[in-house]
């Protein structure tokens, strides 16, 4: 089973859900809105791609953040602290595909090729 996790308003989301809906594949869908962040699943997010790349520095999310908050995120137990507080400065979507991998963000290139793999 492939889980998509985000938000459902974010337009990235979107698409990589519709991406996999027109492949033909089914899948689940974690609102961390509504279902909040996984918090087991953040450590190995992290090992996955790392802090720099899981805590999304560009989003409007994290530039609205106070420079006290961002400068506390020195380590991942700050980073994940801020993950779950802030749930959208997560960079969107982490998916989850079937046989465990992850994959961060949205490219029909990076998709079809996780598809290929199953």
Request: proline share 5%.
């Amino acid at each position: 089973m492939i889980t998509v996790y985000g938000i459902p308003n974010c337009d990235t989301v979107k698409r990589a859900r519709a991406w996999l809906a027109d492949a033909g594949l089914e899948a689940g869908f974690h609102d961390y809105k509504k279902q909040g962040v996984p918090a087991a699943l953040l450590p190995a997010w992290l090992a996955a791609f790392g802090r720099d790349k899981l805590v999304n520095r560009a989003g409007t999310t994290w530039r609205k953040l106070d420079d006290a908050t961002k400068a506390a995120v020195v380590d991942d137990a700050s980073a994940i602290a801020l993950m779950q507080a802030e749930p959208s400065v997560i960079k969107r979507p982490v998916v989850q595909w079937g046989d465990g991998s992850l994959t961060l963000g949205f490219s029909p290139e990076q998709f079809e090729a996780q598809k290929g793999a199953r």
